[in-house]
Structures are given as C-alpha cells and as structure tokens.
C-alpha cells in the first residue's frame, strides 16, 4: 500500500484553491486608482459583519446555554425509563427571531445554525425575500415578535418606522430585543418600541488604517483566533482592530443573563454560578482565581435565595455598574476572553476531527 503524507485539517483547507495567492487574479487587480483610494471602505464593511456576526452568536450560545443550565436547576432528573426523551423538561431552547433577512440577516441566520446550535425549529425569520434562504419564513413580523426570546432587528433605517410600529405591543414579555439598525439610538429604540429590554452594540472605526483581509468568508473569520479576539466587546488589541465595540456591551450581555436566571426564578446564588460557569469557564474542575460575584452585579438586596431583580438593558449603557470595574481586572478579562473565543473553537475541533476522518477513510478506501 502507498505510503500516505498525513495532513492536518488546517493543510486539507490550504489545498482547496491553489489560485489564492496569485496577485492577478485578487480584486484589487482590476480596480483603477481612484477606486482603490475607496477599498477601506470595503475592508470596514467585512470587518463590521464579522464582527456583528460574532458577537450575536456569542450572544445566542451562551444565553442558550444559560437556560439549560437553568432549567435543568429547576426541574429535578427524572427516571428516564418513565417518559420519553424528548419529554425531558430540561429540553428548552431559546427561540431566536430575525426580522429583516437581507445580507446580514441571512448571515446571522447561517451562524445561528452552524456555530450556536440553533435548531431550524427555533429559528422564526420575517422578509420579504423567503426564498433566499433554506429555512421556514413568514412575512408577519408581529408574529415573530410574540414567539422569541431573542429578537434581531436586521432592516434598514429607513424601514425601521414601519417596523416598529408594527412590532410595538407584540413582543413577548422579557423578550430581548438585540437591535442591528444603524443609526438608530437606544433610546429612539425605546421610544418607537414602547420597550425597555434593548441592547445595541455601540460601534467605533479606528482612525488609522489596521490590516483586514475582506476576501474571507464569515466561516473562515471565525476560524481564526487573532480574528475573533479582534471581536471581543472586550478585547486587548483595539490598537490593530479595524473597529470595535464598547466595552459596556460586554456588561449588557452579562445582565442579560442574570435576566434570563430571573425569568427562571432561579436563586441569586445559582445565577452567580452559572454567569461564572457560562461567561468565563469557571467550574469546580477548572476554577478561576477571579469570579463575578453577587455584589459585583448588584449591591442592593441581599439574600443567596432571593432572585435578583431584572435590570433595565438600556441603562447599562449610560453609568456605570458595579460589573464596570471588575472587567477591568486581567485576569477576568482574560478569561472572558478565552471563553469567548471557546465558543467557536468547539465548532472548529468538530470540523477539523471530522475533515481528518474524512481523509484517512479516503486513504483507506484507495490504499
């Protein structure tokens, strides 16, 4: 039998264009000079995508996975032998709701699915355009609004009035609405929605000219570690971003949680351990030498088996909360960060795992 090289999977992906790097067949080749003196423009429109598209599925996974952590608290195991498995009360995903499903719309969609282990059947998508996607759509964004936990906002500017006012009322009581409409401030949010439980990832360009490769796809950014350290809301190395995002968008995150465990009426003990667990990795197997503490979310009321109370989203962003200072600490930040980019790299691990078994069934198959 013929001696095979053994390939890496990161190898296997190298040898799928061989025309990658040839300098006369890359987009800039064919622009003119005044048109490559607007190719910034392009490099911060990918990067503003990626970047959306990682923080929103960060987003969705690890509130998912804070509810199950949730629910399985509340509901004791049961005998398996006496109810079906899909009975199990543990089983309680987050529905996910998109309204507008254009470029990025679809994009969050195709995230939601590959790296946040969304189901098709927790996915609710309101546009005009069904067809574009592999997914079930309706053209009733009311309907979506009163069936997810989550809302995305994904339409333009100039739709957003319509929208809303087709939306106001309807969206389901603690639903989060996680708002990706330029332009379109919090509280005019507030105001045109008659709501309260909005976040919007608050966006800055660097002034300088960072380096970006616009060419990769969504899937092959978050292959990339350095990547999506540049995505973090926290992240060390704003100085090489193209953009970033404010870091109080990391604090709404982290009270949107506690929100989700109030919903749940879970103890404030329980919720603090599962923030822990969920947003820095912490566990009895891996501990941390820094944690998130109760009063690190809030210092009124105290009691480990009192709920805390649900927070206001929009006020985060506007004063300080006595989260602000901890995620100032290191090595807190650290571990956001790694937990973070963890998230992704399960995904990865899989891919890579089931590229390298692909590979040597191949060489099996023609040894």
Not at 112 to 123: D, H, I, P, R, Y
Not at 166 to 184: D, F, N, P, T
Not at 197 to 215: K, L, R
Not at 217 to 230: S, V
Request: glycine residues 4%.
């Amino acid at each position: 039998m013929a001696v095979v090289p053994k390939l890496q999977a990161e190898e296997i992906d190298d040898l799928g264009d061989i025309t990658n790097n040839l300098t006369s067949l890359q987009f800039e080749s064919a622009l003119t000079e005044e048109e490559k003196s607007v190719i910034h423009l392009r490099r911060r429109s990918h990067a503003h995508t990626v970047t959306v598209c990682a923080q929103a599925t960060y987003f969705v996974s690890i509130l998912n996975e804070a509810r199950q952590i949730g629910v399985h608290l509340k509901n004791p195991k049961v005998r398996r032998a006496s109810r079906l498995v899909q009975d199990d009360p543990t089983r309680d995903c987050i529905n996910i709701g998109i309204i507008g499903c254009g470029r990025l719309g679809s994009h969050l969609a195709h995230c939601f699915l590959t790296f946040a282990e969304v189901s098709s059947e927790c996915l609710f998508i309101s546009t005009r355009r069904p067809e574009t996607l592999d997914v079930e759509c309706v053209s009733d964004n009311a309907d979506v609004a009163s069936h997810v936990n989550i809302l995305f906002l994904c339409v333009l500017p100039s739709q957003f009035t319509t929208v809303a006012e087709e939306i106001r009322g309807h969206i389901m009581k603690g639903c989060i609405v996680y708002s990706l409409v330029s332009a379109v401030s919090i509280p005019r949010l507030k105001q045109l929605l008659g709501y309260n439980n909005i976040i919007h990832p608050e966006i800055e360009f660097s002034e300088i000219e960072a380096p970006w490769d616009y060419t990769m796809d969504i899937t092959g950014a978050f292959c990339k570690r350095e990547i999506l350290e540049q995505t973090c809301p926290i992240t060390w190395k704003k100085q090489d971003c193209v953009l970033w995002t404010s870091e109080k968008f990391a604090e709404q995150l982290i009270y949107s949680l506690v929100n989700i465990c109030t919903q749940l009426k879970l103890s404030r003990t329980d919720t603090v351990d599962i923030v822990n667990a969920v947003v820095l990795g912490h566990s009895t197997e891996s501990p941390l030498q820094v944690i998130i503490e109760q009063d690190d979310i809030t210092k009124y009321g105290k009691g480990d088996n009192t709920e805390f109370p649900f927070f206001d989203l929009s006020t985060t962003l506007n004063r300080d909360t006595p989260i602000t200072k901890k995620l100032q600490m290191s090595a807190l930040r650290q571990a956001y960060i790694d937990r973070y980019c963890y998230m992704f790299q399960q995904y990865i691990d899989w891919r890579n795992t089931s590229l390298a078994q692909a590979s040597k069934q191949g060489r099996l198959s023609f040894g």
